[in-house]
């Protein structure tokens, strides 16, 4: 498995989750590393993504809510989620980039009241 994904649960409304990613390829560093995220009946959707120097791109839904972030030294990287809220519920996959994309097997996010 190239993208382990972990950290995903169960919340109520207003919590925090924190996921993170761990990156087995040797090219993590020079990786775009992005969350995506699928809700039932969804398509798959960009939450979050990072570059390889760290420049940051957030869904209009998430932003001021979550944060991501990479560890080049771990090769993690992890997406904060704050306030979170009952459509945020979905799976959330780790995605990287490199040549070509790479997907993580998806953590499920279950936000409830």
């Known amino acids: 498995v190239q993208l382990q994904a972990s950290g995903g649960g169960l919340v109520q409304t207003g919590g925090s989750l924190r996921l993170s990613c761990a990156d087995s390829k040797n090219i993590f560093s020079r990786s775009g590393m992005a969350w995506y995220r699928q809700a039932p009946g969804n398509g798959r959707e960009l939450v979050a993504r990072?570059?390889?120097?760290?420049?940051?791109v957030y869904a209009d839904s998430v932003k001021g809510r979550f944060t991501i972030s990479r560890d080049n030294a771990k090769n993690t990287v992890d997406l904060q989620m704050n306030s979170l809220k009952l459509e945020d519920t979905a799976v959330y996959y780790c995605?990287?980039?490199?040549?070509?994309?790479?997907w993580g097997q998806g953590t499920q996010v279950t936000v409830s009241s």
């Open positions: 995605y990287s980039f490199w040549e070509r994309p790479y």
């Open positions: 990072i570059t390889s120097s760290g420049s940051t």
